[in-house]
Each structure stands twice: as structure tokens, then as C-alpha cells.
């Protein structure tokens, strides 16, 4: 399915727009997409300064503007919705903002900033509540030895910087393929990028603050509003197991692309794991708890970021109880070149490439095939630049006349999982869809 709109509906009344702030999208299910999108929301969020910047001008009577007004210079724009820094993105809601890259600009082999997917649970931070400068993070928990609190710059200068390039894909990525539909974001494939990232790793931190022999389990908190404006209610509160929490790998990242990280991918500090879903990754990272248990923050519980414990049929009830939180992430692949839709002279030998990754693991290889999957070819694999970073692969094809193709590619994990062809196993929240990424192509 394709993005439900792109552009702010014009015809949207107060009504829709308060039905719609009540009807939050939520990759974790627990409620409907909204109906369309609006800039209301998010204008509501920000700040004058940025309100400024989005009219292209100072605002001169700012002080007198009532809260939540949405300029009419923007009001009246037939743009689709912007958020600064990012370009090219498919919106699929506002409130809270959630937006995917079409698969043609994920064609670099680092993600830039600008083509970085959003998702957010609640409400980001106004871009005023976030300098670097005032930031801090508290190390506490029940299985934590000496809980401190660390200013941003203490961070920095008290622990070694590390930079790894890794995959960041939300665990509904590819949901909108699911029969019956599954309630939640309705991505197509651009919920995932391999940014790289600078921080410090989470291990040297938590063990600067000492690890109880009880500890098993870390959580995150981070400093987003939940959507029903309540500032005591929690957005989400992920984490992971100890072993993977002291991965060098691991980091609490303060740089993307040797820059601040954006706003909406937050800003000025996340934890990154690496080949887990992104949910765990926390944003705008205020602090962490080292827990004697698995983490029972929000989000964790009850059918959260879970899959079955076995293949159930499609439109199945699954009690919680058979529901287990979701670790590595499958064998997937995107094609990233050429564009969807292109059309080839015949003459031309076509080149066609991508990524591919595979969670904790590595891609073994990935194939192509231009005859809807009756034969495949093998495409040249590049090895990651380091471990959780997506590996690039190429081809070149050759169409044998004029017509309609479809190009398929197909992913082999190094223990032999392969992408399915149409869609994974169906589950209650549309999780983990690593089917095959297809693009039509005509040779002309
Ligand atoms: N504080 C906070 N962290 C968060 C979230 C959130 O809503 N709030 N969303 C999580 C989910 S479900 C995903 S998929 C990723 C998305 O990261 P991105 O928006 O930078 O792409 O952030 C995760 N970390
Ligand atoms: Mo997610």
C-alpha cells in the first residue's frame, strides 16, 4: 500500500484533525492510522524560532500569536509537509510524525540525515529543550552500583569516542503488505538507513557506574511527550538484555554522519544497538536503568514489539503470554537503483543495486531475478565496513525484449535464511516483513 496521503488534506476540519490527534498510529498496535495529514500537530510542537524558519521570516508580533496557530503562509501552502532537514520523505502522519524514504534515495551507501526515517511514539521535544549543553543522562536502576548523572560534555570527555555504520529499521517496516491488515503504521519499505554513528559505548558507562551480579536487563527513558499531552504518562520505554547492552557496539551516540544528530532522530543523544529493531533505540536519551529483570517499561509488556512463539494462521488472536520480544532482525534487502517505474532501451545493459542485511548476522549473497522468481542470478556482494553495517550489492541485466519486468531481489543470511518471495509468516502486529523488494522496469 502506498502512503495513505502525502499532502495535508485541504478539506480538514478542527474535527478531523481532533479525531485524528485521538486516533494515534502506533507500531506497536494498540490503535488505527489516522485518516489524513495534517501540519497541526506538529506546528503545535514547535517553537517560535522554528516556526520562523518554516515561513522563511521573523515573526513580528510573535508574543501576540495564539498557541497552536498554524501561519497561514503555511496554512495556505500546497506543499507537502516539511520537516527541516529532511527531504524527499513520504509522510504518513503528523501527529506523532512518522515518515518513510522511498527506496530510490536509500541508494547511498551511508544514509544521509535528510533521508533517515522518523518514528515517533509521542511527541518530540521542541527543538529549544534540546542543547547539547544543558543535556544530561542519569545512569540509575535497581542493579545499578553508584547511580550517577553525567552532563552531555562529561560523557564526551570522560569516555573513548567510537563511530560504527549500522542498520536502523523499525520492526514494522513492511507492514502495509499484511493480510488481514495489521493495526499500526502502515510503512512500506523505507523505515530502515545505516547512518554512522559516533559516541561513547554504552559498556564503558554502565560499567563506570558498577553492574550489579543481579543485572540482566537494561531500559531506556527519553525526554518525548506522550500524545495524550500528559507529561506523567511514559511514550515508551524499551531496552535489551545485558549482553547486548555491553556490546561494543552498543553506543550512546551523540553524532550521525559526523554531524548533530537531527532533530527527529534524536537529538542530542540516542542509544544504538546494533541488528535489533529500532524501537530500542532510545531518542533523546535522558536515561537509562540497569534492571535485576526484564525491563518492564512502556511498550515492553504484553504483545509490544512481540511475535507469536510459533507460526499461527492470518487474522489469528495470539494470548500474550505466546508473545516474545523481537531480537535480531531478519534477512531483508532494498533495490535501490534504478527507480521504480524506469524505463530502459533495450540496448542498454541495465544496472541494478542495493543493500542488504540481516540483523546480527551477514548477508552470504543476494540474487536477482527478472522472471518473477523462476530463475535467480547472483549479484556482486560487498562485505559490511563493519559488523551491523548494510552491505551493498550490484548487478548488471540483460532483457531479452521490450516489455514489462518486474526486478526481485533476494537476500541469504550466513546461516541460509533466505527473504520468502511474497510475505513472512502473517502475525497479530505486522512485525518482521523481510519479503522480497520488487521494482517494475520497461525495456523500450
Ligand atoms: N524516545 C523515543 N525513542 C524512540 C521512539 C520514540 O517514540 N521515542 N521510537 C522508537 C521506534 S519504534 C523506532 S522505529 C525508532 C525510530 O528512530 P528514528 O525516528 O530515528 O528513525 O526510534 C525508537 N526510539
Ligand atoms: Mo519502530
Not at 377 to 388: I, S
Request: aromatic share 8%; proline share 8%.
Amino acid at each position: 500500500m502506498i502512503a495513505k496521503t502525502e499532502r495535508p488534506d485541504p478539506q480538514a476540519t478542527t474535527h478531523d484533525i481532533q479525531s485524528q490527534a485521538l486516533s494515534p498510529v502506533d507500531d506497536s498496535g494498540t490503535a488505527r492510522p489516522a485518516p489524513s495529514v495534517s501540519r497541526r500537530g506538529f506546528f503545535e510542537r514547535l517553537g517560535i524560532a522554528s516556526v520562523s524558519a518554516a515561513v522563511g521570516a521573523e515573526i513580528v508580533f510573535a508574543d501576540k500569536m495564539p498557541a497552536g496557530l498554524i501561519p497561514v503562509a503555511m496554512a495556505q501552502s500546497a506543499e507537502p509537509m516539511q520537516i527541516p532537514g529532511k527531504e524527499g520523505m513520504t509522510f504518513l502522519n503528523d501527529r506523532p510524525v512518522l515518515a518513510e524514504a522511498p527506496a530510490d534515495l536509500l541508494d547511498d551507501a551511508i544514509t544521509p540525515a535528510k533521508h533517515l526515517f522518523i518514528r515517533n511514539n509521542g511527541i518530540a521535544p521542541a527543538p529549544e529543550a534540546l542543547a547539547p549543553e544543558h543535556w544530561t543522562l542519569e545512569i540509575a536502576g535497581e542493579s545499578c552500583v553508584k547511580p550517577m548523572t553525567f552532563t552531555l560534555k562529561e560523557l564526551k570527555e570522560k569516555f573513548t569516542h567510537h563511530t560504527v555504520q549500522m542498520v536502523l529499521e523499525c520492526a514494522g517496516n513492511g507492514r502495509s503488505e499484511f493480510n488481514p491488515p495489521a493495526h499500526g503504521t502502515q510503512w512500506t519499505t523505507g523505515a530502515v538507513g545505516c547512518p554512522q554513528w559516533t559516541g561513547v559505548r554504552l559498556r564503558d558507562v554502565l560499567q563506570h557506574c558498577g553492574i550489579k551480579p543481579d543485572a540482566v536487563y537494561i531500559g531506556y527513558y527519553g525526554a518525548d511527550i506522550h500524545l495524550s499531552g500528559d507529561v506523567k504518562k511514559i511514550t515508551i520505554s524499551r531496552g535489551a538484555p545485558l549482553r547486548k547492552a555491553l556490546e561494543a557496539e552498543t553506543l550512546l551516540a551523540f553524532a550521525m554522519n559526523g554531524e548533530d544528530i537531527p532533530w527527529m532522530n534524536g537529538h542530542p543523544l540516542r542509544l544504538v544497538f546494533g541488528g535489533w529493531p529500532a524501537s530500542t533505540c532510545g531518542k533523546w536519551l535522558n536515561k537509562i536503568v540497569i534492571r535485576d529483570r526484564e525491563h518492564d517499561g512502556e511498550k515492553m509488556t504484553g504483545s509490544a514489539y512481540r511475535m507469536p512463539r510459533y507460526p499461527v494462521a492470518p487474522g489469528s488472536k495470539v494470548p500474550d503470554e505466546d508473545m516474545v520480544i523481537i531480537e535480531s532482525m531478519p534477512v531483508k534487502s532494498l533495490i535501490t537503483f534504478p527507480k521504480s517505474g524506469l524505463s530502459q532501451p533495450l540496448a542498454t545493459p541495465l544496472t541494478v543495486r542495493g543493500h542488504a542485511w540481516a540483523g546480527e548476522l551477514e548477508v552470504s549473497e543476494v540474487l536477482v531475478s527478472i522472471d518473477f522468481g523462476a530463475s535467480w542470478q547472483k549479484t556482486t556482494l560487498e562485505k559490511p565496513v563493519n559488523r551491523y553495517a548494510w552491505q551493498h550489492w550490484t548487478t548488471q541485466l540483460t532483457l531479452p525484449k521490450k516489455g514489462y519486468y518486474e526486478v526481485w531481489a533476494r537476500a541469504v543470511d550466513s546461516q541460509g535464511h533466505a527473504q520468502p518471495m511474497i510475505l513472512p509468516g502473517w502475525n497479530p502486529k505486522g512485525y518482521l516483513n523481510n519479503s522480497c523488494h520488487r521494482i517494475a522496469i520497461q525495456a523500450v
